[in-house]
């Protein structure tokens, strides 16, 4: 883990792979700024913790976290963190308060699994220590030294929130969640530095793995959308798990058809330095 001096803002990708992928872990991301940062999404379970643990990112300094939306390879994790962090802030070994931002329905999912799953002592502390923070589309927020926008994506599923963080240095860095882009997006994705996009298989193998039909976009897809955009940096996640030994290579040939800026597929707890 980067120093907390450090000058680079940064992204440890926790994992990259869709909900049924048993190869690597499933999406979610740790955004870290010079004096702060935020969980991204939590995985579909206590891999979140692992995760954490061989990335060198202590749980004690994680202050906020963000879900997405409420499919459970996205918000289970997040019971766990709560499950490990509440005890560490009565202890007085995490300073607290730990805060989790989602839109309404993410929320009420959220605490409804809490007052399902885990033990009183701990629900007790959510609305104390540990805080569920319900965001609206368009809200601006200062989370330490970043100023992050939530926006709806206009999922014709489950509601989903994607964000744009100004990162210290001016930078703009916006996560479109899991879903193909829509316009709604636009006024936040285009001409951003750094534009984070599903890309759910090549699209040479769209026959195989049926993006479309399960809402999602090809590596093609989104080279395509990041070079109409202007974007700067496209980096690539939410992928199957069947080829990961040639991932970044095919990932990566397949979208720079279309966009010239730089392209990262990371491997889980693999991280991007967020340099210009």
């Known amino acids: 883990m980067a120093s907390p001096t450090s000058t680079t803002s940064h992204v440890t990708m926790l994992g990259t792979g869709n909900a049924m992928c048993v190869n690597c ?6 955004l870290r700024s010079p004096r702060g940062g935020m969980l991204v999404d939590g995985g579909g379970g206590n891999g979140i913790l692992r995760q954490l643990m061989l990335a060198r990112i202590p749980v004690e300094r994680i202050r906020h976290m963000f879900i997405t939306h409420s499919h459970t390879d996205h918000i289970m994790g997040a019971v766990w963190m709560i499950r490990k962090i509440s005890p560490l802030i009565f202890k007085g070994k995490h300073k607290g308060p730990f805060t989790i931002y989602c839109n309404d329905e993410v929320a009420n999912a959220l605490l409804t699994m809490c007052r399902l799953m885990i033990p009183a002592k701990i629900l007790d502390a959510v609305g104390k220590t540990v805080i569920v923070r319900v965001v609206r589309d368009g809200e601006q927020l200062e989370i330490d030294d970043m100023r992050v926008t939530f926006f709806d994506i206009g999922s014709a599923t489950f509601k989903q929130y994607g964000f744009q963080a100004l990162l210290p240095d001016g930078q703009r860095l916006v996560c479109l969640g899991d879903e193909p882009y829509s316009m709604l997006s636009e006024p936040y994705a285009r001409g951003c530095d750094w534009l984070m996009c599903e890309a759910f298989c090549l699209y040479k193998d769209r026959q195989v793995f049926n993006p479309y039909e399960k809402n999602h976009s090809t590596a093609l897809d989104a080279g395509m959308l ?37 392209i990262s597929v990371p491997a889980d707890l693999e991280t991007i330095q967020l340099d210009r």
């Open 25 to 30: 872990y499933n999406t979610c991301f740790y």
């Open 226 to 262: 990041a070079q109409e955009l202007g974007v700067k940096h496209l980096l690539l996640y939410h992928t199957e798990d069947t080829h990961l030994d040639t991932r970044a290579a095919a990932f990566t040939a397949e979208a720079a058809q279309y966009f010239k800026g730089t």
